[in-house]
């Protein structure tokens, strides 16, 4: 009977032009129809990506195992620090790597590809290694958060969309911390939904929770992964009744457990918070339901938060809360606190799901393995920043054994061992300038994610990253955490990373004179 149903789902496979060799149950069937739904994301990746796969297919590398980096130039929004993040949907692109028969039919009409290179691809699965950078954690310039190591075509083909997450999820990340941290222990929200870019606020309000938001408007993304969500109300509620009285009545009846009413929309001192007091005092509390607060959107947010702070107190409700909203950073948090607004509760929207900037993450080749040795790669640039570091590397971080802080972060080849008494931190561009350390812990930042395609690690929850952020963030200076002009973070190279970086520049120059005496004095 076990054979006469496999049979069966084998001749389906043949008819829906089926060819995945691990499907062999109807339940396996069934997956891969629902997977086949949606669109691939193996194919949301650049064109060249495929074209280089191609070259190196029909040069016989597609074996050859290489080495790549996740890093980042600068860190964003002119800050001191960068929040990692992305790599939860990594790990979920990553475990589903595959080409489907309507993929491989549409490179197909291209004919851009041969048939042999079209039949590597619909059997190609990632089996490769990969160390990362835990979610949450903050990481700064020039060291590698994520590495890959795996065949070169199945290396190369993960690149596009692994960046993509990584950028938007560290750009939201790193913006909401900085919200967060103004903020201090007033809770904000995340509000940024419509300020989004399409179905990419599903990920950006899970990256904005884990930022150190404590609820998120998005009701998908609380289905989805369980975290709180939270709303208010919207104008047109109001703009509707034409009247605050009426529509805040219309709205308690409805919802008399989750009342705070947007009080701006005509008048916020004359006619919203009025109004929302008489609704209080004629229907909420009569009814044993609390008057939980007031939103205010516009206007003079610090003048105004103080008057209804007034108002509010002199009507006998000293407990309601009132809720700041339009546009809010860290520039206008610290502003607000600064002139004493009284704010109880934060949403920011525009600076969580669309900061003004953008992420400048990087996936570079640093080494191919030749014999069972990685051999590193380089690239060499006129513009210093953009040349790489080169080999297989880790990143060890350093903790001050008495504050907890973290003193600074060293990229080392994978080969060394970091000694645990003292260390020598040298600068990459200045070599001349060093830190010596002494009583310190230091720890590896990567940890391994996949080996062989197996997925080795344990994916925490989006509040567990939260909870990781919280706990990394406060590991760092408050001179690196300010927002105007933060001290820098030390990311320094090791001696024998140094050493092979200025070997391999030498090597590449064009002549004599072109020698490196100190990376810093390096031109292509």
Not at 165 to 175: D, W
Request: charged share 25%.
């Amino acid at each position: 009977m076990k054979n006469e149903q496999l049979k069966s789902v084998e001749e389906f496979k043949n008819l829906m032009g089926i060819d995945n060799p691990d499907i062999k149950t109807w339940e396996d069937l069934k997956a891969e129809i629902e997977r086949n739904q949606k669109p691939n994301l193996a194919m949301l990746t650049d064109f060249y990506e495929f074209t280089m796969s191609q070259a190196f297919f029909d040069a016989g590398d597609e074996n050859k195992k290489a080495y790549f980096d996740v890093f980042f130039r600068t860190n964003p929004l002119e800050g001191g620090y960068t929040i990692s993040n992305g790599l939860g949907d990594i790990i979920n692109f990553v475990k589903d790597f595959h080409y489907t028969k309507a993929d491989i039919d549409y490179l197909r009409s291209t004919g851009q590809f041969t048939e042999d290179f079209l039949r590597y691809l619909s059997n190609l699965r990632f089996n490769g290694d990969i160390w990362a950078i835990p979610d949450g954690t903050p990481v700064f310039p020039n060291e590698p958060v994520i590495t890959v190591r795996a065949n070169i075509i199945e290396a190369q083909l993960l690149e596009s969309l692994m960046l993509a997450y990584f950028n938007q999820g560290s750009l939201i990340a790193t913006s909401t911390k900085r919200i967060t941290n103004a903020a201090g222990k007033i809770p904000v929200s995340d509000f940024g939904l419509r300020r989004g870019h399409g179905e990419g606020t599903i990920n950006g309000s899970k990256y904005a929770m884990i930022g150190g938001c404590t609820s998120t408007s998005n009701t998908l993304t609380g289905e989805l992964t369980g975290v709180k969500i939270s709303g208010t109300m919207a104008h047109d509620l109001i703009q509707f009744y034409k009247d605050d009285y009426k529509a805040f009545m219309v709205y308690a009846r409805a919802n008399p457990r989750n009342c705070v009413f947007l009080v701006d929309t005509f008048n916020t001192l004359k006619k919203g918070i009025p109004a929302a007091i008489r609704v209080a005092k004629e229907f909420l509390i009569p009814n044993g339901y609390p008057f939980i607060g007031i939103r205010i959107d516009s206007g003079d947010l610090a003048y105004l938060s103080k008057e209804a702070r007034k108002m509010l107190d002199e009507a006998g409700f000293p407990e309601t809360k009132i809720f700041l909203t339009n546009g809010l950073d860290e520039k206008k948090i610290n502003s607000l606190k600064q002139q004493g607004a009284h704010v109880d509760a934060i949403g920011a929207g525009d600076n969580v799901l669309a900061p003004k900037e953008r992420m400048n993450g990087v996936y570079k080749l640093c080494a191919v393995e030749e014999n069972g040795v990685p051999v590193p790669r380089i690239k060499i640039s006129g513009d210093a920043i953009k040349t790489t570091n080169p080999g297989y590397k880790k990143v060890y971080r350093f903790y001050d054994k008495k504050t907890g802080y973290a003193l600074g972060d060293v990229v080392a080849l994978a080969t060394e061992v970091i000694p645990l008494d003292h260390y020598t931190l040298i600068s990459p561009t200045e070599e001349w300038k060093t830190t010596e350390l002494k009583d310190y812990t230091v720890k590896e930042l990567q940890v391994p994610i996949f080996r062989g395609g197996k997925l080795v690690y344990d994916v925490p929850t989006v509040m567990e990253s939260a909870e990781h952020c919280h706990k990394e963030f406060a590991t760092l200076y408050p001179e690196i955490k300010r927002d105007i002009k933060p001290h820098g973070y030390y990311v320094d190279l090791s001696r024998q990373l140094l050493d092979l970086k200025k070997q391999l520049l030498n090597e590449y120059a064009s002549s004599e004179s072109e020698k490196v005496k100190t990376i810093g004095t390096y031109h292509a």
